[in-house]
């Protein structure tokens, strides 16, 4: 285990990516680890990283189990019919270092780990949501904090972005989206 | 609100995060959020022990969890 106490859910994260990579789980680091790879960075309690159980050894079941043998306390919370977020397994480690692994979220396509970004990462590696769609994916979830990620990305990554694939992301969340990015860009 | 030096600072940090390689700034962030984390500890360390000491004085409401 990486983390030696609180305030290290980003090395915790680390080992909770080794068991998904040993059961070929995909995924894509999100939240304010993306936020800090691609803008201005900033402190946060937890880690999140969407993932995805197509072509995996196994499912969410599976992924439970191996996480509480590896020590791990696990809890996996189903979303509502119409929670946007399908579901999310909680990890936390003895030092309350918590991850939060998003099991799908409405409008997201399965071709956001195919965009993936391969980062070094304190002597491991790790994939990071490409920026497009990390953009997207802030404006769907649309709170304050989100919108504040964005402008630093915006500010920081600017000429690392694909505006039209952008914008056909944005668009799989709704038109809504699409017209809130056209606002944060025009400011 | 608007504030002229709170832009400036804005300005700081966006000037200091353009200059890192994006590897750094996750180093960055994991070191920003474990300070966070020890000031929060602090913070709540602090709490116990003026509640802990207001305790001993028999000064202690229970509004000061507030």
């Known amino acids: ?187 | 609100m608007k504030s002229k030096i709170s832009e400036i600072q804005n300005g700081h940090n966006i000037k200091i995060c353009k200059s890192m390689k994006p590897e750094d700034r996750l180093i960055a962030f994991v070191n920003h959020s474990r300070l966070v984390m020890q000031i929060y500890q602090a913070g709540v360390d602090f709490r116990v022990r003026s509640k802990n000491s207001f305790k001993q004085r028999g000064l202690y409401r229970k509004d000061h969890e507030s």
């Open chain 1, 1 to 187: 285990m990486r983390a030696k106490g609180p305030g290290q859910s980003a090395l915790f994260l680390l080992d909770v990516i080794d068991i998904l990579s040993q059961l070929r789980i995909s995924y894509a680091v999100v939240g304010a680890l993306a936020a800090s790879f691609y803008g201005i960075v900033r402190a946060s309690m937890d880690a999140d990283a969407v993932i995805s159980f197509q072509g995996s050894k196994g499912d969410h079941e599976l992924l439970l189990s191996e996480l509480m043998k590896a020590g791990f306390d696990a809890t996996r919370r189903q979303g509502d019919v119409d929670d946007p977020i399908s579901g999310v397994i909680n990890v936390e480690d003895r030092y309350h270092n918590r991850v939060d692994l998003l099991m799908g979220i409405r409008g997201m396509k399965a071709d956001i780990f195919s965009r993936t970004i391969d980062s070094a990462f304190l002597g491991s590696r790790i994939r990071i949501v490409s920026v497009e769609d990390f953009i997207a994916m802030k404006i769907f979830a649309g709170g304050p904090q989100d919108i504040e990620d964005i402008k630093g990305v915006l500010k920081v990554s600017a000429g690392k972005i694909d505006m039209a694939l952008l914008q056909e992301l944005t668009l799989n969340y709704g038109k809504k989206e699409l017209k809130t990015l056209k606002t944060i860009c025009r400011r």
